[in-house]
């Protein structure tokens, strides 16, 4: 079999979805068609180095290709960890977080969403973090810092209007958590 061979048996570029790149503009990734995959960006990424298959220069390749399956059965948009190096290196302004995020948006749309980003958003909800450690209580004592952090957690009144913004979002149409007010 030549390497061609395999690849095809890989990727099916005449089952690819089209309207994928359009979708990504419109929710964000405006710049899409900038990309030259000249991979500045993977160089910088964290996903890349941790070995998930579809960090930002990939995720765009595959935007362009259409592959709207591929990205949605796999874990790793929701594994971008917001530090924007790629938006700085970038030769071409493409932004790729921000392409990273519209296809988020694309997932929940579909409702394609890993338990662990659930469990962000119901942990963003209940606490105001997506990643809260509870029971870090002791080691931030023992390191001189306040049991809470200065945050939602340590303020009852700005986590009660956060979840009352986050009540008026498209999230509490989605249904995926639970949002009941306080006292109700
Ligand atoms: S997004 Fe920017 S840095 Fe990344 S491959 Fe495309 S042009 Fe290069
Ligand atoms: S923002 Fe996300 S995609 Fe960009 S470098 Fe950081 S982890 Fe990678």
Not at 50 to 58: C, I, Q, T, V
Request: glycine share 6%.
């Amino acid at each position: 079999m030549t390497n061609e061979q395999a690849v095809a048996d890989i990727i099916n570029l005449s089952e690819g979805d089209s309207s994928l790149a359009n979708e990504i503009r419109e929710l964000g990734g405006e710049e899409l068609l900038e990309c030259i995959q000249c991979a500045k960006c993977a160089a910088a990424c964290p996903l890349a180095l941790a070995g998930f298959s579809f960090f930002n220069k990939r995720v765009i390749q595959a935007v362009l290709m259409g592959l709207r399956d591929a990205l949605l059965d796999d874990s790793s948009i929701w594994a971008c960890q917001s530090c924007n190096r790629c938006t700085e290196i970038c030769p071409r302004e493409v932004n790729p977080f921000e392409i990273i995020q519209a296809m988020r948006r694309v997932a929940i749309r579909e409702f394609a969403l890993p338990t662990l980003s659930i469990e962000g958003l119901k942990s963003l909800y209940d606490t105001g973090h997506a990643v809260y450690l509870a029971g870090a209580g002791n080691t931030r004592n023992k390191v001189g810092l306040p049991e809470k952090p200065p945050s939602t957690v340590a303020n009852p009144e700005a986590l009660k209007e956060l979840q009352a913004i986050l009540r008026k979002t498209a999230l509490a149409e989605l249904g995926i958590i639970p949002m009941e007010e306080p006292g109700v």
